[in-house]
């Protein structure tokens, strides 16, 4: 009985996230915004358009994250390391929240192609959790990798002008890059090359149609 319910309570867990992430507004931080008492500079009409472009990149970057780990919570077995996972996982969900928060200021919207990304890395994410907790781990950390070099990317392709969605994609990038080393130093397998060029080419097709979609 006390499984059943169990069970019961896991299914509306994974529901109430997958709503939380997928809502537009529904997430909500755990930690104050990054960008509390930044001010923007001056932004033409263009210049913000291209930084809610960059911003709905970084969100749903985050709507795939929270994906990734639920699809490895479902089936990984991650003894040691759950408590850690869903540290990262709420950590992602600051990030979220954040860069939703900011593509409402920039007056601008969440992708429409994120629930068809969220399944998509939900399912990559349940099968590096079936493979293995090493293989899940080393997933966390090549993923987390990827996002560095991306944020580092944008953060030099956000206007001058645009400081606010800077103050948060610095906070992002500082907690990536924990997750990361925190995913290798619990055993994550390091990926061979030819299977991070494979992800990198993947997220140039999320990048590329999420900046306008
Ligand atoms: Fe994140
Ligand atoms: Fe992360």
């Given at each position: 009985m006390s499984r059943q319910l169990s069970r019961t309570d896991n299914l509306i867990q994974q529901f109430d996230t997958i709503l939380r992430t997928l809502v537009p507004h529904a997430a909500s931080a755990?930690?104050?915004?990054?960008?509390?008492g930044t001010q923007d500079a001056e932004m033409t009409d263009a210049e913000r358009r291209h930084a809610a472009g960059l911003m709905r990149i970084n969100h749903t970057g985050e709507v795939c994250a929270q994906a990734l780990y639920q699809g490895q919570g479902a089936t990984?077995?991650?003894?040691?390391t759950r408590e850690q996972m869903e540290q990262a996982a709420a950590e992602e969900i600051d990030h979220l929240a954040w860069c939703d928060e900011r593509l409402c200021e920039l007056n601008d919207r969440t992708s429409y192609l994120n629930p068809a990304f969220y399944a998509a890395s939900f399912g990559m994410g349940a099968l590096a959790g079936k493979l293995g907790d090493n293989i899940s781990l080393g997933f966390v950390a090549a993923t987390e990798e990827q996002v560095g070099r991306h944020l580092d990317d944008h953060m030099h392709k956000?206007?001058?002008?645009d400081r606010r969605s800077r103050a948060i994609l610095e906070q992002v990038r500082t907690d990536e890059a924990h997750h990361e080393r925190w995913a290798l130093e619990a055993g994550g397998s390091r990926f061979p090359a030819p299977l991070k060029f494979g992800m990198r080419m993947m997220s140039q097709v999320m990048t590329r149609s999420v900046y306008k979609l």
């Open positions: 755990s930690r104050a915004n990054p960008a509390v990984a077995k991650l003894h040691e956000l206007p001058v002008g």
